[in-house]
């Protein structure tokens, strides 16, 4: 009979087959022996802040104004300087502002100002950044550079706290007339935040929540870690949103883009 068995297989495929499960347990071993590089990936998977493929990515994308330069080596040098949103993501925030031809946009968490600059930067000259955050200290750090870009009649800072803020403009008929938000600030409050945010931003608007990783810690929210905890079941939520579409990214310590539909 000239019919093949129904389990046989050509000789050419066994042989082919068995080199590739030797050329897997051999690799499987090999990735025991070898751990990812540490300089490039951190624990979680993520590119490491001192890695060279990070700075690969700076050297090979980052266009940054030469006052945007300027702040980032200031906010480098004080003791919370690491709170700084990374300058690729910064950089990314302002191309989707220019993407949706962004007018009116909300920045939870201002720090020294950074991110607020850039996306002045990439505002109309009518545009307006709502900047809220709780310490003037840190925006005095910011604010002449956002004078010498030329940008600082666009930021329009609010010290108070920020569900404050987002309340008065909500009260003051500004819900939808927004086109975008960034939040960064405290971790405990980023459901409440997103909620009002997501009132305030019109249909087609976006909202970009950063830190969503928490330094790996969202993968075990320990019980008494309540910015874990507060993030993890954002994540979780805004996987089941029906009102947003979303994209987790894993740039910086990771940040979630929400469009709202």
């Known amino acids: 009979d000239s019919k093949m068995p129904l389990l046989s297989v050509p000789k050419e495929v066994a042989v082919g087959t068995a080199m590739l499960g030797v050329a897997f347990a051999t690799g499987m071993l090999a990735g025991k022996r070898r751990p990812p590089n540490s300089a490039t990936y951190t624990g979680t998977g993520t590119i490491g802040k001192n890695s060279p493929l990070r700075q690969y990515i700076l050297d090979h994308s980052l266009r940054e104004h030469p006052i945007l330069k300027k702040l980032r080596l200031l906010t480098a040098e004080h003791p919370w300087g690491r709170m700084m949103v990374s300058c690729e993501q910064a950089q990314l925030m302002a191309n989707l502002v220019k993407l949706i031809k962004a007018k ?34 840190y925006a ?8 010498e870009a030329g940008v600082d009649h666009k930021i329009d800072l609010r010290i108070k706290p920020a569900i404050q803020t987002l309340d008065e403009l909500l009260a003051s ?36 929540i ?41 740039m910086g310590d990771g940040v979630t883009l929400a469009f709202k539909l």
């Not at 005095?140 to 004078?147: M, S």
């Not at 960064?184 to 997501?198: I, R, V």
Request: glycine share 6%; hydrophobic share 40%; with cysteine.
């Open 104 to 137: 009116k946009v909300i920045e939870i968490g201002v720090f020294t100002g950074y991110n607020a600059l850039n996306m002045a930067l990439a505002l109309p000259d009518n545009g307006r950044v709502i900047a809220c955050d709780i310490n003037e200290d």
């Open 140 to 147: 005095k750090i910011g604010r002449p550079l956002w004078k």
């Open 173 to 208: 008929g500004e819900a939808e007339t927004f086109d975008f938000a960034f939040i960064d600030a405290d971790k405990e409050s980023y459901n409440e935040y997103y909620e009002k945010c997501l009132r305030l931003i019109k249909k087609g608007g976006i909202i970009a």
């Open 210 to 250: 950063d830190n969503v990783f928490w330094n790996g810690k969202v993968l075990k929210p320990k019980k008494d870690d309540l910015a874990a905890q507060s993030i993890h079941r954002l994540n979780e939520k805004l996987l089941r949103d029906t009102r947003i579409n979303i994209s987790m990214l894993p």
